[in-house]
Structure formats: structure tokens, C-alpha cells
């Protein structure tokens, strides 16, 4: 039965609705949720739950109840199936062996290993594919992952706080250390929040000595990203809460690579372009997303480069009338919203 594009669009809402139950769990995999129809009713639905663990098409699969019924059935799926032996099985090959005599595809997989070869698979078992259905939002989903295996580096997202007036610090006198907090206490929940949600978190030099910051998710339950300073002449002190390992942390410096527990020194040539060779060694360490938060050169660098995806912006209620400045971004607002007191406002690098 061929479906209409309506009812079409609602199973395959209902793919994306359940990958993002999957957000923060199954990095460097995409997310991927799957429904199995049968007469316009869905009989099974699954999503990529962990890293390692089985795909969406297999938690489908599995999840119905009467198997006859695969046989004249539709699978949505927002992803294309994998075709090769990864961490598990090719789910290309579980779908054409049960039979399935439809597949609905919301956007082809770009990363090498796949790319195609399983809607190839797919047709060559007389498999009825339909690709690319709601492919934007499939592509948005799954930006980091797409990102990643297409432009080489991992999604950059830049977030600060800034106050009503601009500001993001007072002006600070030699010396002077600790946070000066912009947005209200609730605020840091959603801040949190967005950090489980990335691979890692990174700042500069002067953010560790100035704030001793944690760059941890303490605020919320989620899974901490992996702490990157770039610290050129190793200046941080020992004390400092980005060395007390409680988080893996990866330090870019001028002189010395090596590794202490969950701690990692990466050698670079800050004689040359900095961020490029940062991108590259945690594209190495399939790092898929770091959010930028700050300070307001290393933010700058960023935008300067024009290396980044998505800037996060929390104004707060407060005025410093003097300080410094946060950056500028040159481009349209794609959302707007306030969260308490605050406001975030989300931009684009499109």
C-alpha cells in the first residue's frame, strides 16, 4: 500500500521523535529511531538507545509482536541502515531478511563506511526504497554527525553570557579572580544541560585562571564532556579544578605531549593557525561537538575564522556599564526565548 505524504510525514516525525531519546548516549553514532507500519497503524518502533548497543531498526524489528507481519509491512527510519559490521550487525541485512518489502529513508548516511551502500543493498534484495524523505530535518538532527564526517572537525558551538548592556566581565585589576555571574542561578541547569549534550567543552587560558571553572554537568544528571583548555606556556596551576580529573581533559600547549591518567598534553605550533591543528587532533579523537565557551579572544578566534556552526547567547538582566565586550555575530536570529529572567538567543552559521 502506498501511503499519503500526510500520514507518511507523521511516521516519519514519530523516527525522529524517538532518536532524540537517544541525545548524549549514542556518540560518535548518529541518532536514529525507527516505526514499522502495517495498514497505516504501527506495529513496532525502536530507537539507537547506547553507544555499542542495537540499532533502531533492531529494536523495531524486536519489538513486534506478530513477525507475520513484516512481510507487508513499511520501515521508517530516519537514517539509512548501516551495511557493515560494526559494532553490531548490518541492519541492512536483519531488514531483508525479515522480509520487509518497504523501506522509508529520511537521509542518505555520508559517513564512508556506509554511504549508499545500504539503500544498495536494500534495492538489490527487491527492497521498495524511498530516500530522502523530510531529508532537512533528518540532516538537522544529526547536524554534529553530519558535520563531522563531511567538513573533517567536530560541530563548534559557541556559547557566553552577556549582560543587558553587552558586557561579558567586569574590568578586572591585576590579580583579581572568580566568577562574575550574569544570568540567574537557574540558568546554569540549562547550561549544563547543553554541555551533556556536546563531546566537549572548550576555553582558554585566561576563562581557568580567572573563574576556575569545573566545565563539568554538576547542575544536572548527564554525562560529562571532555574538558579542553588551550593553554600555550602551560600557566594554569595545578590546583585548578580542570586538572582534578574528575572529567577527561585534553591541554594544547607549545611543548609537550603526554598523557596522566585521564589527563592529555597535545603539542602544537602556535607559530602557525591554532585552530585548525586544535579541530584536526580532536577530529582524530572522534570528538563530533565542542561548545566554545569563552573566553572573549578565544570566542573571537572562532568567529574571526568563521569556524563555527551555532552561537548561543544568554543575556542577562544586570548591567556593568563598563568591562568587556562580548563578541559579535553577523548573521540572522534562528530562535529566541527566555528562560526565567534570561534571554538565549540561538544563531545560525549557515
Known amino acids: 500500500m502506498e501511503y499519503t505524504n500526510n500520514i507518511s510525514n507523521i511516521f516519519m516525525h514519530r523516527c525522529l521523535e524517538l532518536a532524540t531519546l537517544g541525545k548524549g548516549n549514542v556518540s560518535p553514532n548518529p541518532m536514529v529511531g525507527s516505526v514499522i507500519v502495517h495498514e497505516n497503524k504501527i506495529i513496532g518502533e525502536g530507537y539507537h538507545m547506547q553507544y555499542g548497543g542495537p540499532h533502531a531498526e533492531v529494536n523495531a524489528i524486536n519489538s513486534v509482536q506478530d513477525k507475520s507481519l513484516l512481510t507487508s509491512s513499511t520501515l521508517y527510519v530516519n537514517l539509512e541502515p548501516c551495511n557493515h559490521f560494526g559494532k553490531t550487525p548490518p541492519c541492512s541485512n536483519l531488514i531483508t531478511a525479515n522480509n520487509i518489502p518497504k523501506v522509508v529513508i529520511g537521509c542518505i548516511d555520508t559517513y564512508s563506511e556506509v554511504a549508499g551502500a545500504g539503500i544498495e543493498h536494500l534495492k538489490q534484495n527487491g527492497v521498495n526504497v524511498i530516500v530522502n524523505f523530510l531529508e532537512k530535518e533528518a540532516r538537522e538532527l544529526n547536524k554534529r554527525f553530519f558535520t563531522f564526517h563531511e567538513k573533517l572537525r567536530p560541530y563548534i558551538i559557541l556559547k557566553w553570557a552577556e549582560t543587558n548592556d553587552g558586557f561579558m566581565d567586569q574590568t578586572r585589576v591585576q590579580g583579581q579572580k572568580g566568577i562574575n555571574w550574569i544570568t540567574q542561578p537557574e540558568t546554569q541547569q540549562l547550561t549544563h544541560k547543553w554541555r551533556s549534550e556536546e563531546a566537549a567543552i572548550l576555553v582558554g587560558t585566561n576563562t581557568v585562571i580567572n573563574d576556575n571553572p569545573n566545565l563539568t554537568c554538576r547542575a544536572i544528571s548527564g ?128
Open 223 to 350: 554525562k560529562n564532556p571532555t574538558r579542553i583548555v588551550i593553554d600555550k606556556t602551560l600557566k594554569i596551576e595545578d590546583s585548578s579544578n580542570i586538572l582534578n580529573h574528575s572529567s577527561d581533559t585534553i591541554i594544547f600547549n607549545e611543548s609537550v605531549t603526554k598523557e596522566e591518567e585521564n589527563l592529555t598534553f597535545i603539542k602544537i605550533n602556535f607559530n602557525d593557525n591554532v585552530l585548525p591543528q586544535i579541530l584536526s587532533e580532536l577530529y582524530k579523537k572522534n570528538i563530533q561537538s565542542v561548545i566554545i565557551e569563552g573566553g572573549p579572544t578565544t570566542l573571537q578566534h572562532f568567529i574571526d575564522a568563521n569556524i563555527w556552526d551555532e552561537a548561543r547567547i544568554l543575556r542577562g538582566i544586570s548591567n556593568f556599564n563598563k568591562g568587556v565586550k562580548g563578541p559579535l555575530i553577523h548573521t540572522k536570529i534562528k530562535e529566541q526565548f527566555t528562560f526565567g529572567k534570561d534571554t538565549v538567543t540561538i544563531y545560525a552559521n549557515d
